[in-house]
């Protein structure tokens, strides 16, 4: 992760994440250009096709790009004008299931919390603990404060944890995760992405393996990279499904504090939080009145609408924000969120992209 600059007295990290530099180097500004060029020649004719605010439109436009991309082959055949049209579907597509999954309770009354925090000082537990008993969670934390405890200690139970939780007959359970992070590996405590995924999968299938549903974990990593990681969390998860010929009911709901090839960002001195989370607790715990449970909803729009400014400077136009002029892009990291769908779902999305039948789809979506 990266600190905040400016006057601020409080000390930064540079770079949270050891390996973040190297990869971040790597990455280029390709991927900015290529977002820059959608906006540029794609999205004015997508909104007009549309009935979104500017803002809606904002918030869900990096999720149709990055869906575009992916699916590129099967869009880029299409004359413009029919393109654009399936990219208006899409939108559509995915504002509907922004708006269908709201309500979804991430923090609240008879949620489960497990929590798994970087060793780092200043990093305390209560920054799940406090909002665990302002929303009446029962919430169990591990981070290696122990000298006798190994990293691979603490991983290990965590990864126990985990695997309670995603038994079927276990309650709705939210699993928050701050620290270092890489595409492939929750860095903190060296958790491969594929062992974590192949914990999920053998805790919810079962020693006589029955449909693995994964519908009642909400699963939050505030670290570099994490929306990566959760795109490759979700592909083995489906992955491990086939080839164990294991049907998969429902990913579980993945929230990501960076978006894709971003680090995260975190100022550090007696206390240490990263930004994404700071947000979630400035929100939550800090503001009164607190709402009396903490919805999907709620990421969607108050803690997006918070990141937002990282980077960024509003454009004020009387009383109104008009837009938004980037500062730093090193600072941006905006958060996204990506929800499971069902077989129906993947159907319907399968039809909007106009997918052959061998052509791969993805059984989650990024919604902003």
Known sequence: MHPTPGPSPTPAIRLLCPAAA????????????????????????????????????????????????????????LPTDQRRGRLAALARFIEAKRQAVAETQVIGPGQNLIGLLDPAHGLDPREISALAATYRCPATIFKKTDPTQTLADVGDAFLAAVAS??????????????????????????????????????????????????????LICDDCYSADFMINLGRRIAARCRERSIPLARLPTLIAGTNRDCVGHADVGVKFVPHFWRNVIELFYIRRPRPAAITLGDFLEKVDNMMYGYGRRPIIDGSRVVGYRLLDPQMVQDPVVFVPLDDAEIEQLRTLLGLDDNAPCDPFLDIG
């Open 22 to 77: 190297l990869l971040l180097a790597a990455l280029g500004p390709a991927g900015a250009a290529d977002f820059a060029s959608f906006q540029r020649d794609d999205s004015p004719a997508v909104a007009e096709q549309i009935d979104l605010t500017p803002k809606q439109y904002r918030q869900i436009e990096p999720s149709l790009y990055h869906l575009a991309k992916q699916h590129a082959e099967a869009l880029d055949a």
């Open 165 to 218: 939780a995603a038994r079927p007959d276990s309650g709705p359970t939210t699993v928050i995760v701050l620290g270092h992070g890489l595409p492939e590996e929750i860095q903190s405590y060296h958790i491969p992405v594929t062992r974590l995924a192949d914990t999920l999968v053998a805790a919810a299938a079962g020693p006589e393996p029955n449909t693995v549903d994964l519908g009642s974990l909400t």
